[in-house]
C-alpha cells in the first residue's frame, strides 16, 4: 500500500487514465484560489481535452498531521502548517470537485478522483462508464449500437 498525499493518488490515477496529465501545485504555486487555477487553464491548450479540475482537501488534523511527517523528514519548513491550515476553507471556495481524502489512503484518493472524472451508472454485474460511452457486464466490456446504448443510459437514469 503506498502512503502519502495528493502527488502518490495523482501518480496512480494517472497510470488508470490514458492521455493523462496532472499539474502538481505542490511543486510552483498554492491553488486555493480559482484566479490561479483560471490562469493556469488559460495557458494550457486544452481544445482536444476533457478537464476536470478537483480539490483534494482533508481536516485540519489530517494536514498537521500529513505536513509534520513532512517537516520531520526535512521535506517541507515547519512554518507551512499553519499557512496550510489557514487556506483550508478557501478550497470550498473553489469551482472545483472536492474529495475529501482526510482518512484514505492515496489508492482510494485515486480512485475516488478516477469515478469523479469518470461518473457510472453502477448496478449489480453491470456498469455503464457515461464519459467512455461504455458497457461493461460483469467486468467484460459489451458492445452495443449508440440506439441501444443510448436506450439503455435512458432506462438507467
Keep these: 500500500m503506498t502512503h502519502g498525499g495528493k502527488t502518490a493518488a495523482c501518480q496512480i490515477l494517472k497510470n488508470k487514465l490514458p492521455n493523462c496529465a496532472f499539474l502538481d501545485g505542490d511543486w510552483c504555486w498554492v491553488m ?5 487555477i483560471d490562469e493556469i487553464l488559460s495557458k494550457l491548450e486544452t481544445g482536444d481535452c476533457l478537464v476536470h479540475t478537483i480539490s483534494l482537501i482533508c481536516d485540519a488534523d489530517s494536514l498537521r498531521k500529513r505536513l ?6 526535512g521535506i517541507r519548513s515547519a512554518d507551512v502548517i499553519q499557512r496550510s491550515i489557514a487556506r483550508i476553507g478557501l478550497y470550498e471556495e473553489l469551482d472545483t470537485g ?3 481524502v482526510s482518512h484514505i489512503t492515496p489508492e482510494q484518493e485515486a480512485e475516488a478522483a478516477y469515478y469523479a472524472a469518470n461518473p457510472a451508472l453502477i448496478f ?8 467512455q460511452r461504455r458497457v461493461l457486464k460483469g467486468g ?6 449508440r440506439l441501444k446504448y443510448g436506450a439503455l ?5
Design 32 to 36: 486555493h484560489e480559482q484566479a490561479i
Design 68 to 73: 509534520q511527517k513532512d517537516v520531520d523528514e
Design 98 to 100: 472536492k474529495i475529501d
Design 124 to 131: 449489480p454485474g453491470l456498469e455503464i462508464r457515461l464519459h
Design 140 to 145: 467484460a466490456d459489451i458492445n452495443l449500437t
Design 153 to 157: 443510459c435512458c432506462l438507467a437514469t
